[in-house]
């Protein structure tokens, strides 16, 4: 129920279309303006009277004309009647056109005529408008359509190119170095010896040591693999070439190969340096298993990069860094020696270390005087340093949204179940009656496992949706788990089966809420049985999850045992999940009593923290757990 955040560096890429879009739109944008002031600009001419020439000629006879203003071929006319505007012939004068048509030179000089100089923007803009704009247009064309292709060539030039995104030593603002990495240490010092030979490789090389050419960094998401790579980078000093597994199969057949090399070409140039490829099971998986669809494009792209590995010497001073989180799905000829030959195991954080997570995460942050981080480290097994990262940002966002400006103690408190189980949906209002069958039924769960010897005490229940979740009932074990027991996961069951087994008790009926305790139980009951040799009957075989080749080596679906073994699975699957119901309505039966008293009080107050809940436990008869019975037990 661990909520992962899938926060990923992204390149920024705009595609191509977007782009063509954005310039059509501008280029109509500016033909439209253009148009709107040309006609503007016309327009203003055109407000006066216009008159013919030989009308001009009479009227200047008639003594009506005492003013003509001359601009180029435009004549403005000062007329007893107003302005009015009138054209002459380009090459012709005005007096000359003028007595063509009969005007005498005495009366033309009774006209006192004022020739201007045709200037000014819109004159020439009238003038040339209808020459010019089809021109502009056309260029704006041709200029438009030769970016579009020169566009699409240089990407189709680039396709090859590596999209690695590089980080140089001497970029302070990204750097990283193993202090910003909590906890991890043996990883750590298993990595120091990469940073040494990077900073001072004569000293490896003059002994004769070989190097290793990969190092693949192995463990569960967020656990801060691609922090410790960058680390590695910035310890060293050296360029920092990080690419995603994902992305060299990208788009193109044929480019992820390419890619490959271009990117082992760039490092080389550029060394001493690290190249990082990320999520390498998206190009490493085993080959030829036809699973996806038989990929040639990613088995080329793999085998590019194994040949690039083999490729390069000792002295190149390029070590390639990888990252996953599926090493059993990864092919074996990755592993062997000359290429990643060294394996980085990276577990979820213990309680130490994810207290110095959360310190390292909450440096910048101002605290309230009550913050004790140690407590949120106890609370918070099974975190990984990514969900950390997460809770300290959430608990920011909650003390701003609330406008403190110091994070508490209870803002932790509560990021702690949001980055659990999602936000609360307190809008999704519950019927009364499914108000009712909600609170029975996470009192159900919370019974089952108080009264159960091996499972985790309850810290919390509530009826107030998160996520999809109606309501939830909140466990937490008193310390990290490396190993399950057999009784613990039957007590797990058992407690699943909780709410499903009150809900059938106290209404008689079944609703669709107890679905995901049915999956999360039998996918447990068939581990049991298939994984780890927990059941009886089976014995101690484990039929699945062998990983890699084996498991790749058959088609999708095909099963590792024969139909008989197949039915027997299914029946003890079902023997163990018909007694964990058995053992749930037992003690619910027995303890029907607390069982009404738990889910009344839900439906009045919603949410039952774990003082509260002990109160109600103690003042029933139940005893409390506490963390030596769990010991002793275990
Ligand atoms: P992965 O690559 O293993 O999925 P990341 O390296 O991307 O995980 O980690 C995600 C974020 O979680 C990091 O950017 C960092 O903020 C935080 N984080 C994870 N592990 C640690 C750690 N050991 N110390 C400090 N921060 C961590
Ligand atoms: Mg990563
Ligand atoms: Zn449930």
């Known amino acids: 129920m661990v909520a992962k955040n899938n926060k990923k560096n992204k390149s920024i890429k705009s595609s191509s279309k977007n782009k063509f879009t954005n310039n059509f739109i501008s280029t109509f944008l500016i033909l439209i303006l253009i148009m709107a002031i040309y006609s503007f600009i016309a327009e203003q001419g055109s407000d006066k009277q216009e008159i013919s020439l030989s009308e001009l000629a009479t009227d200047i006879k008639e003594g009506e004309v005492s003013k003509i203003v001359v601009e180029g071929e435009e004549l403005i006319v000062t007329h007893t009647d107003g302005e009015k505007v009138s054209k002459k012939e380009a090459q012709a004068s005005l007096t000359e056109t003028l007595s063509n ?72 603002k990204q750097k990283v170095t193993f202090k910003d990495v909590a906890g991890n240490i043996e990883a750590k010092e298993e990595l120091k010896e990469i940073v040494d030979f990077l900073k001072n490789p004569k000293k490896f090389l003059e002994i004769g040591a070989r190097i290793p050419k990969g190092v693949i960094l192995m463990g569960a998401p967020g656990t801060g693999k691609t922090l410790l790579a960058r680390a590695v980078a910035g310890e060293a000093g050296v360029a920092f070439f990080s690419i995603s597994g994902s992305e060299f199969v990208e788009m193109f057949v044929g480019v992820g190969a390419s890619r490959v090399r271009d990117l082992f070409k760039l490092a080389k140039h550029t060394a001493p340096a690290i190249i990082f490829i990320d999520e390498l099971d998206a190009v490493g998986r085993v080959r030829g298993t036809g699973v996806g669809g038989g990929n040639d494009e990613r088995e080329q792209t793999l085998n590019q990069i194994l040949v690039e590995m083999d490729g390069f010497e000792p002295t190149e001073k390029v070590i390639v860094m990888a990252a996953t989180n599926r090493p059993d799905v990864l092919d074996p000829a990755l592993l062997r020696p000359g290429r990643f030959d060294r394996r980085v195991a990276i577990d979820l954080p213990d309680r130490k270390d994810r207290e110095a997570i959360l310190v390292i995460h909450g440096d910048k942050k101002p605290f309230a005087e009550d913050v004790d981080l140690k407590v949120i480290a106890e609370r918070t097994p099974g975190f990984s340093g990514a969900d950390l990262y997460s809770l300290m940002n959430e608990s920011a966002i909650l003390a701003a949204r609330e406008n403190r400006n110091k994070i508490s103690q209870y803002d932790l408190i509560r990021s702690i179940e949001k980055v659990m189980l999602g936000p609360e949906r307190r809008s999704h209002v519950l019927s009364k009656r499914e108000k009712e069958i909600t609170a029975y039924h996470e009192a159900g769960h919370a019974l089952v496992a108080s009264v159960l010897p091996y499972a985790d005490p309850v810290h919390k229940i509530s009826i107030i949706s998160r996520g999809r979740a109606a309501g939830y009932t909140l466990k937490l074990p008193f310390e990290d788990r490396r190993l399950q027991s057999r009784k613990e996961f039957l007590d797990d069951i058992a407690v699943s089966l909780g709410g499903y087994v009150t809900e059938q008790m106290i209404f008689d009926d079944l609703t669709t809420g107890a679905s995901n305790d049915l999956q999360v139980s039998t996918a ?111």
């Open 101 to 172: 048509y009969g005007v005498t030179p005495e009366q033309i000089s009774g006209v006192s005529i004022n020739i201007k100089n045709p200037s000014g923007l819109g004159f020439w803009l009238i003038q040339l408008a209808p020459f010019l704009l089809p021109l502009v247009f056309i260029i704006f064309l041709i200029w438009f359509l030769s970016r579009q292709v020169k566009g699409a060539g240089m990407q189709a030039f680039s396709f090859g190119q590596s999209k690695a995104r590089i980080t140089f030593p001497h970029d302070k």
């Open 524 to 634: 447990l009951a068939r581990d049991m049985v298939t994984k780890y040799g927990m059941s009886e009957k089976i014995g101690p075989v484990a039929f699945e999850g062998s990983g890699g080749r084996a498991m790749f080596g058959k088609g999708v679906g095909d099963r590792e045992y024969s139909e008989r073994i197949g039915a027997d699975i299914d029946s003890e699957v079902t023997n163990f999940m018909i007694d964990a119901r058995d053992k749930a309505k037992k003690i619910l039966t027995e303890n029907r009593k607390i069982l009404d008293t738990i889910a009344k009080r839900l439906i009045e107050v919603e949410t039952i923290e774990r003082e509260e809940y002990d109160k109600i436990l103690v003042a029933n008869g139940i005893a409390l757990k506490t963390k030596q019975d769990i010991e002793h037990q275990g």
